[in-house]
């Protein structure tokens, strides 16, 4: 299955400040993924980044606040921007693989 | 709309103690079924899937059988260790909707004490 390398672990930000998250992926995939985990709480769907055009985003979410890139298909990136303590979360980048849903290993965002 | 429901956490239990974490789930269609595990400080793992009825999806000694009839996909493993705590999340796929898009539980806390 693939390998994602994600980063940074983890950030402690002011308000009204962005963070870009990055995940790499070993091997080619079309689509990435990028979910939120909500302290105490399961994860949900952002968006979906496909290479080549706009992200998807789900309900809720907007490209304002959570814009994507997809520069190609190993790579992506996640901005969180004018962040509030509300953003504090741990961001997962993730791609379908044969056997199923391969997760990079999070970014634990704290904001202040 | 398709739906994901675990019992809650968290749960303790004693090394070489059984562990049965229950899942319940709702979906139009046929969907495919999945435990994930989340190690301490660690991102999601895949432990298990099964993808059709009556599937049993094993990997490192936990098991869990597609219930149709009950629409359940509860975790099971006979005997539990120190390492195996951690969170663990059901979740659910629906292929014939083509987005690939999960949905997950709340997550089940595990602790194991020596």
């Known amino acids: 299955s693939a390998v994602i390398s994600q980063k940074p672990s983890r950030d402690i930000c002011q308000r009204g400040t962005s963070l870009t998250i990055q995940c790499q992926v070993d091997s080619q995939v079309t689509m990435m993924f990028w979910y939120r985990q909500q302290p105490g709480q399961s994860l949900t769907l952002i968006a979906t980044?496909?290479?080549?055009?706009?992200?998807?985003?789900e309900s809720g979410f907007v490209i304002d606040k959570f814009p994507i890139s997809r520069p190609n298909l190993t790579f992506s990136t996640l901005t969180v921007s004018n962040m509030s303590p509300e953003d504090s979360s741990i961001y997962l980048c993730?791609?379908?693989?044969?056997?199923?849903?391969?997760f990079g290993s999070g970014t634990r965002l704290t904001v202040v | 709309g398709n739906s994901v429901t675990q019992m809650e956490g968290p749960v303790t239990l004693s090394e070489e103690a059984f562990l049965t974490i229950n899942c319940t789930y709702t979906?139009?269609?046929?969907?495919?079924l999945f435990w994930y595990v989340q190690y301490p400080g660690e991102g999601l793992q895949l432990l298990l899937k099964a993808t059709k009825a009556d599937d049993k999806g094993s990997n490192k000694g936990f098991e869990a059988t597609y219930r149709k009839e009950t629409t359940s996909f509860h975790l099971e493993k006979g005997s539990v260790q120190v390492s195996d705590s951690a969170v663990y999340f059901c979740a659910l796929s629906d292929p014939p909707s083509g987005t690939y898009k999960y949905i997950f539980g709340t997550g089940t806390r595990l602790k194991v004490l020596a």
């Open positions: 980044a496909n290479q080549g055009s706009e992200a998807t985003y």
């Open positions: 993730s791609v379908v693989s044969g056997f199923g849903y391969t």
């Open positions: 979906a139009t269609g046929y969907p495919s």
